[in-house]
């Protein structure tokens, strides 16, 4: 069985641009939630797919968006980069929609994003 | 009320004493709260959880107190191991979200001198 896994772990991009970041989920798991964790902070939460759907979105504005595919894995889109999206971004899979329920969260060692 | 309050923000701790974490929040909607362990490097790890409706739940040397009235949950670890050294975060969530998104507080660096 294999784990959630994240790609690239590293990238530095600068104001303005766009980045993806991809997700693979753990086998089995059709739930795959995002989150930001500045440097020193807690995880918040971005937004999560479900069967290839966002069904559930915190608060950041649009140019965060995302995708989930038919195999479950994920990929999460920046557009128009600022500087405080400097970040890791946690990829967590997870079986079911509902936390705690089917199933818990688990998270991928994250891809770590310097903007300048 | 989405906030989650933890403290300390860093803790040190002696080999084989007493770790403890408190969080506090104000949604009362929350209805599930979880402990999530994380090294330098990776991601959070699932540790110990609770629902509200069990003041206590031990799990090993891993000890969450719940004091629903108060709106407050802590983490105690026993025996503390420097293998314990690492970032704790309490978290939270519930139905007003589908349980769908977690609630973190800001974590509390743990270091367990040997």
């Known amino acids: 069985e294999t784990g959630v896994t994240q790609s690239p772990t590293h990238l530095i991009k600068t104001r303005g641009q766009q980045v993806t970041l991809r997700c693979s989920s753990q086998?089995?798991?059709?739930?795959v939630s995002w989150y930001q964790q500045a440097l020193g902070q807690g995880p918040q939460f971005i937004f999560q797919y479900y069967r290839e759907e966002e069904n559930g979105r915190g608060n950041f504005p649009p140019r965060f968006s995302g995708l989930q595919f038919p195999n479950y894995s994920s990929e999460l889109n920046v557009n128009a980069l600022e500087l405080d999206d400097s970040a890791l971004y946690l990829c967590a899979s997870s079986l079911g929609r509902v936390a705690g329920a089917l199933g818990e969260l688990f998270f991928g060692e994250g891809s770590r994003l310097t903007v300048l | 009320q989405q906030q989650v309050k933890q403290s300390p923000q860093s803790l040190i701790v002696q080999k084989g004493g007493i770790s403890i974490i408190n969080c506090a929040y104000e949604n009362t909607a929350f209805d599930y709260f979880p402990w999530y362990q994380q090294f330098p490097g990776k991601g959070p790890a699932l540790l110990i959880a609770?629902?509200?409706?069990?003041s206590e739940k031990k799990e090993g040397r891993f000890t969450i107190s719940f004091n629903k009235s108060a709106k407050q949950f802590s983490l105690h670890i026993m025996d503390s191991q420097p293998g314990d050294s690492a970032t704790y975060f309490c978290?939270?969530?519930?139905?007003?979200?589908?349980?769908?998104?977690?609630?973190f507080g800001s974590g509390t660096r743990l270091q367990v001198q040997p």
């Open positions: 086998s089995g798991h059709n739930t």
């Open positions: 978290a939270a969530t519930g139905m007003d979200t589908g349980r769908r998104a977690l609630t």
């Open positions: 609770i629902r509200p409706d069990v």
